[in-house]
């Protein structure tokens, strides 16, 4: 699946200028992604130990509506009718996450060989069907019990981290070829650390740049271990990013949007890219500046053989007081981008289609990565299931535009080797609980009973074609 994509030969003609904006290269990797946590379920089954999210949400006033995942979607014991899904959808790929605490309780030590064995199961399963298992090793679910020695906050986890990837990669690493060692590390480092808002809800600056080193640490460790025990895998890391605009021409808020793509993207991107922390940034942390250590930021630098970014909108960012936010800045408000125009997802994000594009031709520009996938991009709307159907119309077309921004990227030379829709199915969307649906799958949360959303079957079409139809 890695081997250098060709374009697919175009006619001559009329249809030649449409042709190359919506068909896309020989074996581009279409698929779907999920995550442990907002899936699975089982939360207590079968020696599976207890991890931060399973706390938090267990915690009054922590989620929306008082929900928490311990049944969430039931993936654990529906997984064979959720392959059949895939199946049926035409998907290339999966990309989900294993749980932690499912498969090592404690976090480190003794192992759960049941377990394990789902994981296995499951990649066996996805294989059989023909789709190629993309495997995350953290989506958030941290083990409550390395929390309860500092979690991310500790340096120790960044040798528990490294064992629990050697795990993964003795006992999958026959049959799985992608791996994603963290999945956004920007959300669970500050939105946990910082905002408060996710697992494990600390509030501390100081402390969410710690975690975001420790993170980059454990990642890079992560590299090494995978590619030691399979030099043919291929191992990237997952990032949340979106390019900063100003929210007027202001200098106050130029320099505010400057400090928000460095506290978001470059913060991440540039240590992982081998250039160390950027050093605006350590100045503007100052005291809360993370500890670094000499070897650090060779170990974080380890080189990766994609980059995942998931892409949800660009930001429009203002200065604010510090009494507001500490970091100087905020974004505008919904009220605020529907009176610029803006239709706004049920998260209350503006819909930016061509600044998916905007945001793969900067980062490919000033990284190089060796190669991209899109591992997270969808939308969150008021889905209505009528007479065993979900017309969609509004997700539909929030996908057509984005495989088209897309498509316009690798036309820009974009080394974009895949895309993964977020997500395969409604699901549990943390701190919003179950009120945010983002699937192609409904789920009804009763009965579990799942049905194709009109979007499904467009991108459904969109695989089978390679090409992405301009009308529905």
Request: one cysteine or more; aromatic letters at 12%.
């Amino acid at each position: 699946m890695e081997e250098q994509m060709k374009e697919t030969p175009q006619p001559e003609g009329q249809n030649a200028s449409r042709l190359i904006q919506t068909v896309f290269p020989q074996n581009f990797v279409w698929g779907a992604a999920t995550a442990s946590y907002q899936i699975e379920g089982a939360w207590n089954e079968d020696g599976k130990g207890a991890s931060i999210w399973d706390t938090f949400s267990h915690t009054p006033g922590k989620v929306k509506n008082g929900d928490n995942g311990d049944v969430a979607t039931d993936h654990y014991h529906r997984w064979k009718e959720d392959i059949g899904l895939m199946k049926e959808l035409g998907l290339k790929a999966y990309r989900f996450s294993i749980s932690w605490p499912r498969v090592i309780p404690q976090g480190k030590g003794s192992v759960n060989q049941e377990g394990l064995a789902f994981y296995d199961r499951l990649v066996d399963g996805l294989l059989e069907a023909g789709i190629q298992p993309f495997v995350t090793l953290y989506h958030w679910d941290l083990p409550q019990a390395l929390q309860e020695t500092g979690g991310w906050g500790n340096p120790s986890i960044v040798e528990d981290f490294a064992c629990y990837a050697e795990l993964l990669g003795q006992q999958l690493g026959d049959r799985v070829k992608h791996w994603i060692t963290l999945n956004e590390p920007h959300v669970f480092a500050y939105a946990g650390h910082f905002g408060g808002f996710h697992a494990p809800g600390e509030q501390s600056l100081e402390l969410a740049n710690q975690v975001s080193h420790h993170a980059l640490l454990a990642h890079g460790r992560a590299v090494s271990v995978l590619r030691a025990l399979w030099p043919d895998a291929k191992v990237g890391i997952t990032l949340n990013l979106s390019l900063s605009h100003p929210a007027s021409d202001l200098p106050a808020d130029r320099m505010a949007a400057r400090i928000a793509d460095g506290q978001l993207n470059r913060w991440f991107l540039d240590p992982v890219f081998g250039r160390g922390y950027p050093e605006d940034m350590l100045a503007f942390y100052g005291d809360s500046a993370p500890r670094i250590e000499p070897d650090d930021l060779d170990q974080i630098a380890e080189p990766i053989d994609f980059l995942g970014i998931n892409y949800y909108s660009n930001h429009f960012i203002r200065a604010v007081g510090a009494d507001e936010n500490p970091l100087g800045y905020s974004h505008l408000s919904p009220d605020e981008l529907v009176q610029a125009g803006y239709e706004l997802t049920e998260m209350g994000w503006p819909i930016m289609a061509d600044g998916l594009r905007e945001l793969l031709v900067h980062v490919n520009r000033e990284y190089h990565p060796e190669a991209i996938y899109i591992t997270e991009n969808g939308a969150a709307f008021n889905d209505q299931l009528e007479e065993e159907s979900v017309h969609d119309d509004r997700r539909t077309g929030y996908l057509r535009e984005h495989l088209l921004a897309a498509r316009r990227a690798i036309s820009e030379g974009v080394p974009l080797r895949g895309y993964f829709v977020w997500s395969l199915m409604d699901n549990f969307e943390w701190a919003h609980g179950y009120s945010k649906r983002f699937g192609i799958v409904h789920v009804d949360f009763e009965t579990q009973k799942r049905t194709l959303k009109d979007s499904a079957k467009f991108y459904q079409r969109v695989i089978a074609s390679n090409e992405v139809p301009l009308m529905s």
